[in-house]
């Protein structure tokens, strides 16, 4: 590590990130986002169910928490759906591979390394 140095960047041949267009997620994503926050709502109130039953404290309050999982889950929808709204991808979605180093030309020709 004694011999380790830095290259100098030149900022100026980054990409600009106003340049950069960029294209809608696949509608297909979105239930890909419902079926993740489903999975964990099941689990979230699979644990309340074991909760309540299991504890007279958490018995007490069964309405107030039976209450806030659903609440919980409508807020977390909409704000995920927000953010997919807004979400988009800088290159075609057809040429993208994954685990792979992608490098871009002007005509958006892409070449692995």
Same mark, same amino acid.
């Given at each position: 590590?004694?011999?380790?140095?830095?290259?100098?960047?030149?900022?100026?041949?980054?990409?600009?990130?106003?340049?950069?267009?960029?294209?809608?997620?696949?509608?297909?994503?979105?239930?890909?986002?419902?079926?993740?926050?489903?999975?964990?709502?099941?689990?979230?109130?699979?644990?309340?169910?074991?909760?309540?039953?299991?504890?007279?404290?958490?018995?007490?309050?069964?309405?107030?928490?039976? #209450?806030?999982?659903?609440?919980?889950?409508?807020?977390?929808?909409?704000?995920?759906?927000? #953010?997919?709204?807004?979400?988009?991808?800088?290159?075609?979605?057809?040429?993208?591979?994954?685990?792979?180093?992608?490098?871009?030309?002007?005509?958006?020709?892409?070449?692995?390394?």
């Amino acid at each position: 590590m004694e011999n380790f140095t830095n290259d100098i960047l030149d900022t100026k041949q980054l990409p600009r990130f106003e340049e950069v267009t960029f294209s809608k997620l696949d509608v297909s994503y979105w239930k890909i986002i419902w079926i993740e926050l489903l999975f964990v709502f099941v689990i979230i109130s699979a644990a309340a169910v074991i909760g309540v039953t299991n504890d007279e404290k958490l018995a007490e309050n069964a309405r107030i928490i039976y #209450g806030l999982i659903p609440a919980l889950f409508l807020i977390l929808l909409g704000l995920l759906r927000l #953010g997919f709204v807004k979400k988009g991808l800088c290159f075609p979605a057809t040429r993208c591979a994954l685990h792979l180093r992608h490098h871009c030309n002007k005509d958006n020709h892409y070449s692995l390394q």
